[in-house]
C-alpha cells in the first residue's frame, strides 16, 4: 500500500436507515457476511447525529419513515458540504414511477423497490462500491501526477 491509499481507505462503510427492524437485521447480516462495515440508523435523526460522528461510504435510506422521511434526510445530508456526496441508494415500497424520480432528483443514486430481493441489494451496493473506489483511484492517480509535474 502505497501512503496515498493510507490516505484514502478502501470504501466499505455502509450505514443502513430503515424503521423496519425486520429490514435492519436482514440488512446488517447480509451487508456484514459480504465484509462490509455496516452500521444501522431507526430513524432519520440518529442516521444524521451518527453520520456527523462517524462518515460512512454510502447510505441505504428507507423513504417513509416517522418523523423524518428518507427525502428529507437525503435533502439535509445534500446540503451539508460533509456529507453532499455520500451516494444514497433509496428503499422503498413506492414502485410508483413518480417517487423514483423524485428520489433520483433529491440525490439518490439508486432506488430499490421493497420487498427487496437480497441479490438484488447486494448487486446494488457492490456497483455503487466499486463507482467510489474508482473515483478513488482516480483521485491517487491525480495526486501522483500533481507530485510528477511538481518534481
Known sequence: MNQDQAIFPPPKNILVVDDNLD????????????????????????????????PTD???????????SGYEVCQKLKENAKTATIPIIFLSAYDDIQEKIKAFEMGGVDYITKPFEVREVLARVKTQIDLLKTKQALRILNIDLENQVKE
Not at 465484509?35 to 462517524?54: D, F, H, P, T, W
Not at 454510502?58 to 423524518?68: F, R, V
Open 58 to 68: 454510502l447510505i441505504l435510506l428507507d423513504i417513509k419513515m416517522p418523523t423524518m
Open 23 to 54: 429490514n435492519l437485521e436482514i440488512l446488517n447480516n447480509t451487508l456484514t457476511e459480504e465484509g462490509y462495515e455496516v452500521r444501522c440508523a431507526k430513524n432519520g435523526q440518529l442516521a444524521l447525529m451518527g453520520i456527523e460522528s462517524y
